[in-house]
């Protein structure tokens, strides 16, 4: 039986994206409109706190050292030990309605990140409240230059790849989908999308994903309070059930990788006040039985 734990009681706004380091055995994660950039080792002691000036969206180490970041502001590059930050590019910057939010590097060392519309915590109040569904997802690549792959997103989310990188999935919260594209790793493009997942119908949406040694893809299930691992052909397969309602992504670490950790939602969502304890914490599951893959640095 699984076993689940409140890991750090970090209570986050808006934890997302967690990152577990194989080199350094430590697990990553932000706090997406804190600006915050937390981590911990595999049993959540040795807590460290770094900041950003502005929203992040995801993140991602780098294979020289410090991370490349998706900000609300653009791409950009971090040195944990002194805060400096130096932008990269900013493919937003005649779309003020939309910023970065999940993102995830392949296994080439490129960073993908998409976008999602501000909705309830706009920067600045004269930007549309409702998204215009052109928001994009986009590669940056080792030499930091920035491609657009995709268009059409709402609330970007769940950028994985399959074990043997001939698959990409990515979501979209607000369409409650997941689709699949055939990946080509040599070139970095996408091609034949298609629908993987539809939670239409049910209380909850999709949010960040993973995939296990299996094949498998977890989802983490926003507003409903599960996590549901899918089979290569998008069937139900497991579904776990968290003391949370707003579960926001995963990842498998730990030394053996087969530690599934998740983050979580502490700021009320849709009028929904955070009644669980631990909300907006970092949560950790043993006795899975399953395996993670190692998570690909930045080579940039």
């Known amino acids: 039986m699984a076993d689940i734990r409140l890991l750090v009681d970090c209570k986050n706004n808006l934890g997302e994206g967690p990152v577990w380091d194989v080199r350094e055995q430590r697990l990553y994660w932000v706090d997406s409109t804190a600006g915050e950039i937390w981590s911990c080792r595999e049993n959540g002691r040795d807590v460290r706190t770094h900041y950003v000036p502005t929203y992040i969206g995801s993140m991602a180490l780098r294979e020289?050292?410090?991370a490349v970041l998706a900000l609300a502001?653009?791409?950009?590059?971090?040195?944990?030990?002194?805060?400096?930050?130096?932008?990269?590019?900013?493919?937003?910057a005649?779309?003020?309605e939309y910023r970065f939010n999940d993102g995830k590097v392949d296994r080439q060392g490129r960073f993908f990140a998409g976008c999602m519309g501000y909705d309830f915590h706009p920067l600045d109040v004269t930007i549309p409240r409702k998204p215009s569904g052109k928001g994009s997802l986009y590669r940056?690549?080792?030499d930091l230059r920035v491609t657009q792959i995709d268009t059409g997103f709402?609330?970007?989310?769940?950028?994985?790849?399959?074990?043997?990188?001939r698959t990409f999935y990515c979501g979209d919260s607000e369409h409650k989908a997941i689709w699949a594209y055939d990946y080509d790793l040599e070139t970095g493009k996408v091609s034949d999308k298609r629908l993987f997942v539809s939670d239409a119908g049910y209380v909850s949406t999709v949010d960040g994903a993973t995939v296990d040694t299996d094949g498998f893809i977890w989802n983490a299930k926003v507003?409903?309070?599960?996590?549901?691992r899918y089979t290569p052909d998008g069937i139900i397969d497991r579904v776990i059930e968290v003391p949370v309602r707003n579960v926001t992504s995963i990842m498998f670490g730990g030394p053996d990788l087969d530690i599934l950790y998740f983050?979580?939602?502490?700021?009320?969502?849709?009028?929904?006040?955070p009644k669980e304890p631990?909300?907006?914490?970092?949560?950790?599951?043993?006795?899975?039985g399953v395996k993670g893959l190692p998570e690909t640095r930045f080579a940039g």
């Open 94 to 96: 005649d779309q003020p």
């Open 154 to 165: 709402i609330c970007f989310n769940a950028p994985c790849w399959s074990p043997d990188s």
């Open 73 to 92: 502001s653009g791409f950009a590059l971090y040195e944990f030990d002194t805060q400096r930050i130096e932008y990269v590019g900013n493919p937003l």
């Open 140 to 142: 940056l690549d080792p």
């Open 263 to 273: 983050t979580s939602m502490g700021r009320p969502m849709r009028g929904i006040p």
């Open 64 to 66: 020289s050292g410090g």
């Open 278 to 288: 631990g909300a907006g914490g970092l949560f950790a599951i043993h006795g899975l």
């Open 223 to 228: 507003l409903g309070g599960r996590i549901v």
